[in-house]
């Protein structure tokens, strides 16, 4: 299986798919936050594709947002 | 959904489920390292659960081991 994606895409796609959950889910990112425990600014910054997220968070806003954490993760191959 | 378990429970999880598809590709810790480009003594501790690992060294791992990233966050939540 060839890479998914570059490294950065990752973060992008992880952002982006926590941003499209929240949104769905009528969450500001302060009530994220305030869910997950995290603070409002640095959900802003996952969900720029800014942070190298560990695990432990990824599942603090996986289970904040009602979600799989494996969901968050699901990355479409590139086309070549 | 109640939250799927504590957190050192994902972070073991997380390591079960590497060490699983490591041994069912008959790789060993230090191929597996040398794949994902991560050095062999840190995939150990990834997959004794002592690694908060970020995003990017799971998608690295993930790569390595030709699975999808979210594979390896799959948890089965903790019976009540």
């Known amino acids: 299986m060839t890479p998914t994606a570059a490294p950065s895409e990752h973060l992008l796609h992880f952002g982006a798919a926590v941003r499209r959950h929240r949104e769905e889910a009528g969450m500001s990112q302060e009530q994220l936050g305030h869910r997950a425990g995290l603070h409002r600014t640095y959900?802003?910054?996952?969900?720029?594709?800014?942070?190298?997220?560990g695990l432990l968070n990824v599942f603090a806003i996986a289970d904040a947002l009602d979600v799989p954490a494996g969901e968050l993760l699901h990355v479409t191959p590139r086309s070549p």
């Open 43 to 53: 959900i802003g910054g996952v969900e720029r594709g800014e942070r190298n997220v």
